[in-house]
């Protein structure tokens, strides 16, 4: 029998409800792992190993007692160190908030609370969920655990590589312009981002308002929609809830795709593509074929205009956000300052790292008197076109399924000197992010040197059951969410295998 | 090209509550200007007649009952501040 740590939610909820195992058990199963290789993989800010051990313990406590559970009770949770998590640690990756503790949960964390889940640790990430590869946070780069080499993408990358490396059962990510599909896609692991609106974002550290949303990372479809079914829901604390009833998305998770009706956008398959990324998603599309999905080319003639338009929204929302880091309230407050101004200054200018500057000041233009009508008003309007375009698709198709990344996963470094080079590794999936819809990536298969590959599948607004019966339809009759990295020290071949 | 000059960098870093040294902002000027270089292919859609976006969902005003709730007590709040005096937030002097 594979040790607890590798098994998923729904596996390990059976036996924790016939009490083959304790939560405290699979908690200990979990940090031994973290103890074995978050030294290579580096997944994590910080761990909450007392606290975990005295949840898990009240969790046993709920199943000896036969008290209601739930399918995540018990389960070993990670969190993005962006959610805010009371009495605990939470830095969003950033030196500015390096020594905030949250006087308050997250909406996101009561719920998993009331729900007596174990919570591991908190998850590193590009500084303010800024990135596309955890080379962004202030403290250290996250590891792709298929090839240590390479980076886990971002900026949800301690959350996927985490679940990648088996070292937590389930984490919550946070997805802004594609910041938990792509590091799922480059971890091998499935990710979801919610329809806007579907998750509160009380607690969430704000990045770009219009866009960001909490959604979870998994091992499989199964736990995404366990997990999803926890986190979504009305909730008065976030102006931008939506008060819309939430389905029961296990009863979403049916192994048929007859009369599903499959939209391939020929506009994410033309440029800058990987040929091996390519080819696993074509071969995915055409086993959702065979299993009696019909599917059709659809245009979504705006695509292209996606990156430049989320350039110009995000980092204006995001410097407003961050005007709240002035050193007077919580976080960081440089030594020797002269006044007041000289205070918010200095401060800022220590605390914040490079790219959080540079969209600071890319927002800050693009709202500065003079250019808001050429700038924001512009991108705002062309996301209406973006926005109509999926409109248009989603009336002649149920889903659309694309690339989640046009690459697999790069090597530490290769894109850090070019700011706009990381940002086009977002580019399929930015356009939906501007949309507000629901995606999900799945692992569809691994690239000849044995790097992940993802499938995005992408529905209308509030229709994530329809991303739930492609993805397990498409997970059911495959085994590439089987696969487990062998997670190598140093990628040298004479190196001892750390694996279990 | 997109033409920012070093004014410009100073300026918005000013507005920004920002400070670099020369060779940063030597590097944001080249950054950004690559940047908003990129951006400007938005110009070559029309989009006089578009509508604009800033909600994907459609929400009206939320309002609440205006009314006193006691969330958290003051030193829970005080307890992350860099300087507290008396119950208070303490900043440096602000009033000549």
Known sequence: MPPLNQLTAHELHQRLKSREITSVELTESVFDRINNVDDSVKGYITLTQDMALEQAAIADKAFDQGDQTSPLTGIPIALKDVICTQDVLTTCGSRILGNFVSPYDATVMRKLKSHKTVMIGKTNMDEFAMGSSTENSAFFTTRNPWNLDTIPGGSSGGSAAVVAADEAIVSLGSDTGGSIRQPASLCGVVGMKPTYGRVSRFGLIAFASSLDQIGPLTKDVTDCAITHNVICGHDKMDSTSANLPVPDFTTSLINDVNGIKIGIPTQYFSQGINPEVEKNVRSAIELLEKLGASTEEVSLPHTDYAIATYYIIAPAEASANLARYDGVRYGLRTEHIDNIIDMYRKTRSQGFGDEVKRRIMLGTYALSSGYYDAYYLKAQKVRTLIKQDFDQAFEKVDVLITPTSPTPAFKAGERTDDPLQMYLSDIFTTPSSLAGLPGISVPCGLTENGLPIGLQILAAPFEEEKIFQVAYTFEQNTDHHQKKPKLLKNQDPLSMEIDQ | ?96
């Open chain 2, 1 to 96: 090209m997109s033409e920012i000059t070093p004014e410009e960098v100073e300026h918005i870093a000013d507005l920004a509550r920002l400070e670099f040294s020369q060779q940063e902002l030597d590097q944001f000027q080249g950054n950004l200007e690559r940047i908003l270089d990129y951006i400007s292919k938005l110009n070559q859609l029309d989009t006089d007649d578009v509508p604009p976006t800033s909600h994907v969902i459609p929400i009206r005003n939320v309002t609440k009952t205006d009314e006193v709730i006691q969330r958290y007590n003051r030193q829970q709040i005080l307890a992350n501040a860099p300087s507290q005096e008396k119950g208070y937030f303490e900043v440096p002097k602000i009033i000549e």
